[in-house]
């Protein structure tokens, strides 16, 4: 199994920038897959960004050129960079790892608002 420890959030403006740590109790390399979601109230979650153990990407359509996951293995964790919020990123966002089973973080509050 797997802990997982996401911080970053907070209030930020239209047009600006955060970058969401999602901190692993294991190695990453042990894990085949590790994700962000968000989910805003009264929608359901859903899939930001995700990295497989072999490094590809993938990418909702509507973060696209903005957002991006990164990860560093020897801090056993991965990163989601936030670029040109806008007010409909507002939402909570998790970190999944995906094993034999999924496991989930606690989620980071993210407000964008002027």
């Known amino acids: 199994q797997v802990q997982l420890v996401e911080s970053g959030g907070g209030l930020v403006q239209p047009g600006g920038s955060l970058r969401l740590s999602c901190t692993a109790s294991?190695?990453?390399?042990?894990?085949?897959?590790m994700a962000w979601y968000r989910q805003a109230p009264g929608k359901q979650r859903e899939l930001v960004a995700a990295?497989?153990?072999?490094?590809?990407?993938n990418y909702a359509d509507f973060v696209k050129g903005r957002f991006t996951i990164s990860r560093d293995n020897a801090k056993k964790t991965v990163y989601l960079q936030m670029n040109s919020l806008k007010p409909e990123d507002t939402a909570v966002y998790y970190c999944?790892?995906?094993?034999?089973?999924?496991?989930w973080g606690q989620g980071t509050q993210v407000t964008v608002s002027s």
């Open positions: 294991r190695s990453l390399y042990s894990i085949y897959t």
């Open positions: 999944k790892a995906v094993m034999l089973r999924d496991y």
């Open positions: 990295m497989i153990s072999g490094g590809s990407t």
